[in-house]
């Protein structure tokens, strides 16, 4: 899939604490069905950026369009965009099934409606067979992926991931980096994903943000974002570049895999 339209906009936000500016004048976009991969340090306002866009936090100045329409004065509830936190804050008395289906329950779908578009997120986030499980039966990335589900059954105007998979162990993450992109590809989700993992943006994303300086700079594609030396990409493939060197000096002690950019 192709897409270049601008589904959310952003035009001069401000936003302070106190007397303490926190983002100057940010403006950018991101193109339907895909996902802006939004990098920054910690305190840099990443999960405040977020909140903003989901309506949690209105005490900002600048506007936010979502489809074309000004959600700025609008409370959470109207803006059909869903917060993914870290913590995937299941229902403990619902089984994965449940849990994913509950906007559906919530929206009155007919119940064979229900059970078919269910089962078919179940089989996508690889969960078939998971249903009737608990989350205290599940793993930590499976509880993950039923709150991915819950979000993606109700097909949100706009999905919000705010560093979803930080609490996961490496190889999990990995794993869920992976079939989160293939997955919001299958559904063109749009989303705006924070991170303040630099492999993890490149993994999730189509188009890039790099919170610096209290402005948010937006890259269209890999490309731009790569070529930016404030983006750290050529910092880091320097370092494993570096390190690759130094092994193969000093004999067969490590092995050192280059993932593309």
């Known amino acids: 899939m192709h897409a270049s339209a601008a589904w959310l906009k952003v035009e001069a936000m401000r936003k302070t604490f106190g007397a ?29 950026l977020l909140r903003m866009l989901a309506g949690l936090d209105r005490d900002h100045q600048g506007s936010i369009f979502i489809n074309d329409r000004e959600v700025s004065g609008l409370p959470a509830r109207q803006r059909q965009a869903l917060y993914l936190y870290q913590e995937p804050l299941l229902f403990p008395h619902l089984n994965a099934f449940e849990n994913i289906a509950f906007g559906l329950r919530l929206r009155r779908q ?32 499976q509880r993950q992926r039923v709150a991915f589900g819950r979000a993606l059954v109700v097909q ?11 609490s996961l162990d490496p190889e999990t993450r990995e794993a869920m980096q992976e079939l989160f992109k293939r997955v919001a590809r299958q559904h063109e989700i749009t989303s705006v994903f924070v991170t303040h993992d630099l492999k993890e943006a ?15 700079r937006h890259y269209p594609d890999r490309a731009a974002f790569c070529a930016d030396p404030d983006s750290g990409v050529q910092r880091e493939l ?24």
């Open 20 to 48: 303490q500016p926190l983002f100057d004048n940010v403006s950018f976009s991101a193109a339907r069905g895909l996902t802006l991969a939004v990098i920054g340090a910690s305190g840099s306002g990443k999960t405040t």
């Open 202 to 216: 490149l993994r999730v994303g189509d188009q890039f943000g790099l919170i610096i300086d209290r402005r948010l």
């Open 238 to 261: 320097s370092f494993w570049e570096a390190l690759g060197a130094d092994a193969a000096a000093s004999g067969p002690t490590c092995q050192v895999k280059r993932e593309s950019v």
């Open 110 to 141: 007919p119940d064979a409606q229900v059970r078919a578009r269910v089962e078919r997120i179940l089989s996508e986030l690889e969960l078939a067979g998971f249903g009737a499980r608990k989350p205290e039966s599940l793993s930590g990335g």
């Open 156 to 166: 949100p105007a706009l999905l919000l991931l705010d560093e979803p998979f930080g």
